[in-house]
């Protein structure tokens, strides 16, 4: 079996067990730097009340706590299903080297995890959103900015 069927098996199975004790949806993931294995992650949304706890998210915060890092540099992210926007846009904000997935976005939505709402929502303006957006105090916030960006000792990320 070659190395990358390997850690895809790992993140399915994280996926059957996190579903089969209830944890969440059947989603896993498995985070590898040099061929081991940094962070491991399942769904968690149901059991914890938190709709952030997707499997790759949960593996990525382990990973970078493992790592002593907020960025997954020369990393590989395996997860059983294509990743949704949220777990997407924090894939992207890690910078791993490589995403593999093994269920697409119609599997998941034939299993009843449809995204395709947030993607059309994602393309529309604001203002045509189905949940509203209000800009306001842009005026005091914009110079919390304004000292970021004059800020000498700044981790830049």
């Not at 959103?129 to 306001?136: F, K, Q």
Request: charged share 25%.
């Amino acid at each position: 079996m070659n190395r990358e069927l390997k850690y895809m098996q790992e993140a399915i199975a994280l996926s059957r067990n996190g579903m089969e004790h209830g944890h969440g949806g059947p989603f896993g993931c498995v985070i590898v730097k040099d061929d081991v294995i940094v962070g491991r992650g399942w769904n968690r949304v149901t059991s914890t009340n938190d709709p952030t706890a997707h499997a790759e998210v949960v593996a990525i915060r382990e990973a970078c706590a493992a790592l002593g890092s907020f960025q997954l540099t020369d990393c590989e992210i395996y997860t059983s299903c294509e990743p949704c926007p949220m777990c997407l846009g924090a894939i992207y904000w890690a910078r791993p080297k490589k995403i593999y997935y093994a269920c697409n976005r119609e599997d998941a939505a034939d299993a009843g995890f449809d995204d395709s709402f947030i993607y059309t929502e994602l393309a529309l303006p604001f203002n045509n959103r189905s949940i509203g957006a209000v800009n306001l105090g842009r005026n005091e916030a914009i110079k919390v900015f304004e000292e970021w960006v004059n800020k000498r000792d700044k981790q830049t990320y």
